[in-house]
């Protein structure tokens, strides 16, 4: 199920963030469809004393969704549905 013939199956983001500012964590889902426009690498300045979030995302494809919970949240309900695994991770630098 996972495919490493894909050029990058996984998509990584990471944000940093200054100490006091509030940390918001969306799903790049939109309307059923993943978006992953929105995804970016950004590291902290060096000397900063920031907050880095990192996420990576895998959609996984969904083989059998008529036999019971159809947990897919990308394009439900097609043959093409799959479920968006995430990974996150938080850490505050020190300088």
Same mark, same amino acid.
């Given at each position: 199920l996972f495919s490493c013939s894909n050029t990058s199956p996984l998509?990584?983001?990471? *944000?940093f963030y200054l100490p006091g500012t509030t940390i918001t964590i969306n799903d790049p889902i939109a309307s059923g469809s993943y978006d992953p426009s929105g995804l970016t690498f950004s590291l902290p300045p060096p000397?900063?004393?920031?907050?880095?979030?990192? *996420?990576?995302?895998?959609?996984?494809?969904?083989?059998?969704?008529?036999?019971g919970d159809n947990i897919s949240n990308i394009? *439900?309900?097609?043959?093409?549905?799959?479920?968006?695994?995430?990974?996150?991770?938080?850490?505050?630098?020190?300088?």
């Open positions: 998509d990584v983001d990471v *944000r000397g900063s004393q920031a907050t880095v979030v990192a *996420r990576v995302f895998y959609q996984w494809p969904m083989i059998v969704t008529g036999l394009h *439900r309900g097609t043959a093409t549905s799959k479920r968006l695994l995430a990974a996150t991770t938080a850490f505050h630098v020190e300088p």
